[in-house]
């Protein structure tokens, strides 16, 4: 059974940081891309990044600049470090993978998500 399992979310203040981590388990997930979705309350989903199983990385537009994807495949985690946060940070993030770097289509695996939330 595959398993995406989150976390390092919690409460910060603005301008502050937060270290996200994804322990993904019942799968090789070395030859596949993961990433970050995340959903604000009355908000779609927006991509927040992504990275290839060769370490490509790509971000969505609010992101860039500020966060930074990474992952160890020896330890099947993914983190996402995120610096500068702002209230318009706050949301659900969910770890997700796609076989085979197909990151453009939709996740084939999700986590349940970790809250983030942004706030003095």
């Known amino acids: 059974q595959v398993q995406l399992v989150e976390s390092g979310g919690g409460l910060v203040q603005p301008g502050g940081s937060l270290k996200l981590s994804c322990v993904a388990s019942g799968r090789i997930f070395s030859n596949d891309a993961m990433g970050w979705y995340r959903q604000a309350p009355g908000k779609q989903r927006e991509l927040v990044a992504v990275?290839?199983?060769?370490?490509?990385?790509r971000y969505g537009g609010s992101a860039k600049g500020r966060f930074t994807i990474s992952r160890d495949d020896a330890e099947n985690t993914v983190y996402l470090q995120m610096n500068s946060l702002t209230p318009e940070d706050t949301a659900v993030y969910s770890c997700?993978?796609?076989?085979?770097?197909?990151?453009?289509?939709?996740?084939?695996?999700w986590g349940q998500g970790t809250q983030v939330t942004v706030s003095s």
């Open positions: 997700n993978s796609w076989e085979g770097d197909k990151w453009y289509y939709s996740p084939q695996y």
């Open positions: 990275i290839t199983s060769g370490g490509t990385t």
